[in-house]
């Protein structure tokens, strides 16, 4: 299984971004998929993550609100729409899928991982 997340990019402080993640290979062995990021000089952290039917969208609190995680299955992508965006969401933000069905929210969860793209917000 291969994911290949793309949409990030430059933008202001209380602008958006939709990030897109399109797994290939067997993609049914991975139903849940999931959104983390890293900024310069601090760790991983789960951002955003959704079940095989949409039905568990779990959240972090920091993008609570703000961010909305959904997926089409009939296009095979996860997406990721970023609102009200600030300063301090700038990373790279990673997809990963988890060969079960229900979302997790910490890294060692997930069993695949994309190349990460870059969302810079500036101030």
């Known amino acids: 299984v291969q994911l290949q997340a793309s949409g990030g990019g430059l933008v202001q402080s209380g602008g958006s971004l939709r990030l897109s993640c399109a797994p290939s290979g067997r993609t049914s062995s991975i139903p849940a998929m999931g959104w983390f990021r890293q900024a310069p000089g601090k760790e991983r952290e789960f951002v955003a993550a959704i079940s095989w039917s949409g039905g568990s969208t779990p959240y972090a609190d920091s993008v609570k609100g703000r961010f909305t995680i959904s997926r089409d299955n009939a296009q095979n992508t996860v997406y990721l729409q970023m609102n009200s965006l600030k300063p301090e969401d700038t990373a790279v933000y990673y997809c990963?899928?988890?060969?079960?069905?229900?979302?997790?929210?910490?890294?060692?969860?997930?069993?695949?991982w994309g190349q990460g793209t870059l969302v810079t917000v500036s101030s």
């Open positions: 990963a899928g988890r060969r079960t069905i229900l979302p997790g929210t910490s890294i060692r969860e997930y069993d695949y």
